[in-house]
């Protein structure tokens, strides 16, 4: 028999906190109803009638994140024990890293930087992530970031077909730090000389001086591939990097001009 006290419910529109028009969609209860947002984010999602008679429903696809990331329903920002999930939080920083203008001028290699239109939806975001062969050991070793360079060098777009999932220690072979004297990566000048030196962890390794730029960036060229190739044979071996990343690491080639 049709329920008349649905019937009453059904159609009913306010306007929710974030100022979108809402309508109540269907009706099971007081504290089970269906409302929909349309135009610009159209979604349907669950709340009680309390909430929405207090404008307290939110509407999960409005970007939330710097303006243009959108959480989606399907999949939540929280892990178990209540905090942020290592997969909300390396999709949050990449688009803070790329539109909040903070960040962007203390850090201005990515004043160019964007995400592609489909890694604005966490929901398309997270089901990448966790599709990665070394997503479950990166989870266990709550050690993951997101690499756009090492695929495809010079890169400036976040996606799918350009990123790759590693620990802390690959990220950081590929962080660029141009030098203000204008010098090639790992190059410094000493008296009239130019020396050569590997960044370490929390050290220069020192490689040795020469008579002009050019061979102290050679020297320095040779000894970071080598570098690279030998932690890429390391966390390959350990499941932390995919096949791809460790093959794109063997063949990565240090330029003058990075």
């Not at 049709?2 to 269907?26: A, P, T």
């Not at 001086?209 to 040779?222: G, I, L, M, P, R």
Request: hydrophobic share 30%.
């Amino acid at each position: 028999m049709y329920n008349f006290k649905k019937d009453e419910y059904l159609g009913q529109e306010n306007v929710n906190y974030q100022g979108y028009k809402m309508i109540v969609s269907d009706y099971f209860g007081y504290n089970h109803i269906k409302v929909k947002f349309g135009d610009p984010y159209p979604c349907e999602v669950d709340a009680t009638y309390g909430n929405f008679l207090n404008g307290q429903v939110k509407n999960l696809y409005s970007p939330t994140v710097c303006g243009v990331g959108i959480l989606g329903s399907k999949y939540g920002s929280k892990s178990k024990n209540g905090q942020a999930s290592m997969e909300y939080n390396v999709w949050s920083h990449m688009i803070q890293r790329c539109y909040n203008e903070k960040r962007r001028n203390k850090n201005p290699t990515y004043s160019d930087v964007n995400v592609c239109n489909e890694w604005l939806y966490f929901e398309n975001f997270y089901e990448w992530y966790i599709s990665q062969d070394n997503y479950e050991i990166l989870l266990a070793l709550n050690d993951s970031n997101l690499d756009k360079d090492i695929l495809v060098k010079g890169n400036k777009i976040y996606a799918p077909d350009k990123c790759v999932l590693v620990p802390k220690k690959v990220n950081d072979l590929f962080r660029c730090n141009p030098h203000k004297t204008g010098l090639p990566m790992g190059v410094y000048k000493h008296n009239n000389k130019y020396r050569a030196s590997l960044q370490g962890t929390g050290n220069k390794r020192y490689i040795g001086t020469f008579d002009t730029v050019e061979e102290a960036f050679s020297a320095y060229k040779k000894a970071k591939e080598m570098k690279i190739q030998m932690i890429a044979q390391e966390e390959y071996e350990k499941g932390t990097i995919t096949q791809k990343c460790y093959e794109a690491m063997m063949n990565y080639e240090v330029e003058i001009t990075d």
